[in-house]
Every structure is written in structure tokens, then in C-alpha cells.
């Protein structure tokens, strides 16, 4: 069956390093794959869309690059801040209009 | 701009009672989506819509019912509630579905006790 994991529940680091998140996936052949933020008691924010012939996209500190040969996408934050706390998802979907698929989600703690 | 507005925030229903969840967007967006969230399961998705007058099934739709006679409206109606359907329920919507965003509603936190 389609399987969608995140590496961590919980990620913890020092404020002004880089965080970097993952995402796998197997039994799967995503189009696009999108990583939202949600903060907490608030719904899922829209962050970066990669579609499967990309391998990289940027957006001001974040970075995702996109891996269909290893199944893996990877969320980089760099120059981390405590305001970037909160949970990070990432969203598969296929290429036949089927509705996105969610990670559990990563929790991100950045540490003054 | 509204975006996706959803209510009501929080409710606690008791097992067999019934309640519709409200979800409109004020986007003019064809498709619309209901998922749950159970802490540390991430988002499941129960229903989905591509237009008005078309609705379709996700990945748990059962004990859930849902209509979309409107573009802007697509209400997620729970007939016999039970325990397990305790969740934060969130309403999203998208303009053309492939290769988009979604925008997400605040959510609604439901006890069933």
C-alpha cells in the first residue's frame, strides 16, 4: 500500500543552524509534492511545490529538493529562527488529479 | 478576503447525536476537501468534491456524509456520531486540484463523548 513517512516526530536544534526535514515515500509515483506548515490549533500553510522533474526549488531561507529515484524529498530551513517552530507536512499527489496524501508530520523546535 | 471559513471552532456532541460541520470559500475554487487529524496521525482524507453536484470518497469516509450544491459551500454532515469520530476536522479547497495549493480552513475541534 501507499506509504507516505516523515523522518522524526520531533526535531530539535540551535537557533541559526539548518534544519533539515525528510520526506519518503514508497508504492507511490507522485506528480507534485508539496510541504505545508501548521502552527498549532491553526490549519496547514502552503510552503513550496516540486513537481517529479525537479530536483530542487527555493523560496527566501527554505529548500526543498525532490529525489524519485530514492523516493525522498528533503526540507531544508537554513539560518533557523524560534519563529519557525511548528509542524512541517509533506503532501504527495499523483498525477491522475488525485487529492494530495499527508505525512504525520515533523514537529520542529529551534532553540534561542 | 475570507479565504475558507469553517464552524463552528469547537463542539462536543454526545454518541448518537447528529451535527453538520460548515465550510465555505468565498475563491471561487472548483475543488473542495474534508480531512481529519488525530494527534500524531497526520491529515486523513474523508471526502472530496472536483465540483458542484460531484462528490467522491477518500481514504475514510465512514459515519460521514457530505453534499456540494454550490461551489462556495460543502457541509460534512456526521449522522450517528461516535467516539472514534473525535477529531480536528479541516476544510480545504484548491482552484484546478492538480499541481495546486490547498488553502485550509482553521478547523473544527470535535469531542464525541
Known amino acids: 500500500s501507499q506509504k507516505i513517512e516523515q523522518n522524526s516526530e520531533a526535531l530539535n536544534i540551535q537557533e541559526g543552524k539548518t534544519a533539515t526535514l525528510t520526506c519518503n515515500y514508497t508504492?507511490?509515483?507522485?506528480?507534485?509534492l508539496q510541504w505545508y506548515r501548521q502552527d498549532p490549533g491553526r490549519g496547514p500553510v502552503f510552503l513550496l511545490l516540486i513537481r517529479e522533474n525537479e530536483k530542487e526549488k527555493r523560496k527566501e531561507r527554505l529548500k526543498v529538493t525532490f529525489d524519485t529515484t530514492l523516493k525522498q524529498s528533503l526540507f531544508h530551513i537554513t539560518a533557523s529562527q524560534p519563529a519557525d517552530s511548528a509542524t512541517y507536512l509533506c503532501a504527495l499527489e499523483g498525477s491522475g488529479n488525485t487529492p494530495l496524501v499527508f505525512g504525520k508530520g515533523t514537529r520542529l523546535s529551534v532553540i534561542a | 478576503n475570507a479565504g475558507v471559513t469553517q464552524t463552528p471552532k469547537f463542539r462536543i456532541l454526545k454518541i448518537g447525536q447528529s451535527m453538520t460541520l460548515q465550510c465555505t470559500q468565498d475563491m471561487n475554487h472548483n475543488y473542495m476537501y474534508w480531512y481529519r487529524q488525530d494527534p500524531g496521525m497526520g491529515l486523513k482524507l474523508i471526502y472530496y468534491?472536483?465540483?458542484?453536484?460531484?462528490?467522491d470518497k477518500g481514504e475514510v469516509p465512514n459515519g460521514y456524509n457530505v453534499s456540494r450544491s454550490t461551489t462556495e459551500d460543502f457541509p460534512l454532515r456526521l449522522e450517528l456520531a461516535a467516539p472514534s469520530q473525535t477529531s480536528v476536522y479541516f476544510c480545504?479547497?484548491?482552484?484546478?486540484?492538480?499541481?495546486?495549493?490547498?488553502?485550509f480552513g482553521s478547523g473544527t475541534q470535535l469531542s464525541v463523548l
Open positions: 508504492n507511490y509515483s507522485p506528480a507534485y
Open positions: 480545504a479547497s484548491t482552484g484546478q486540484g492538480l499541481g495546486e495549493k490547498l488553502f
Open positions: 468534491s472536483v465540483g458542484a453536484g460531484i462528490t
